[in-house]
C-alpha cells in the first residue's frame, strides 16, 4: 500500500471517530452502547493504520520521509486526543451498565432470566476486576529474581 494511501485510510479513521463520538452525551443508553463499541472498533482501526502508515514511511528517502514524519505525530496527538475522550466516554457506558444491574438487582420481580443475566453480569465484573489485576503482579512478579546458581549440597 502507497504511503499517500496509508494516510489516508488513517485520516478516514480519525475523521470517523471524531465524528463517533461527537454529541455522545446526548444520546440515550442503548444508543451510547452502541455508539461507544463503534468507537472502540474505530480506534482499533486507527491504530492499525497508524502502524501501516509508519511501516510505509520507513521505506521512503531522507527528504519526503521528515515530512510524513511529522505527519504522522500530528496525527497520533489527535489519536491520543480521542483516546482520552474515549476513556472518558467509558466511564459514561460503564455508570450506566451498573445503573442498569442496580435497578434489576433492587427489583424484586426478576425472572429466571433476568437473575441468570444478572448473576452473569455480577460474574463478569469480577472476572474484569482481577483481570485488570494481573498485569501489576506480573510486574511484581518481575521484580524478584531468584538465585542465579543453585546451591546443591553433595
Known amino acids: 500500500m502507497a504511503v499517500y494511501q496509508c494516510e489516508d485510510e488513517l485520516d ?25 463499541s463503534e468507537a472502540l472498533l ?9 502502524i501501516n502508515y509508519q511501516h510505509e514511511i520507513e521505506g521512503l528517502k531522507v527528504q519526503t520521509k521528515q515530512t510524513h514524519l511529522s505527519r504522522l505525530r500530528e496525527k497520533q496527538e489527535k489519536l491520543n486526543e480521542l483516546k482520552e475522550n474515549l476513556e472518558q466516554l467509558r466511564t459514561i457506558v460503564e455508570k450506566n451498565e451498573m445503573s442498569n444491574f442496580e435497578k434489576i438487582k433492587t427489583s424484586g420481580n426478576l425472572t429466571n432470566t433476568e437473575k441468570l443475566i444478572a448473576w452473569g453480569d455480577d460474574i463478569q465484573d469480577k472476572t474484569q476486576v482481577r483481570f485488570n489485576y494481573i498485569p501489576r503482579v506480573h510486574i511484581f512478579a518481575g521484580c524478584y529474581k531468584p538465585n542465579p546458581k543453585p546451591h546443591y549440597n553433595v
Do not use: C, M, P, W
Open 12 to 36: 478516514r479513521l480519525l475523521l470517523q471517530l471524531r465524528t463517533s463520538l461527537h454529541r455522545f452525551e446526548s444520546l440515550n443508553e442503548q444508543q451510547q452502547n452502541d455508539r461507544f
Open 42 to 50: 474505530l480506534f482499533e482501526r486507527a491504530k492499525v493504520a497508524e
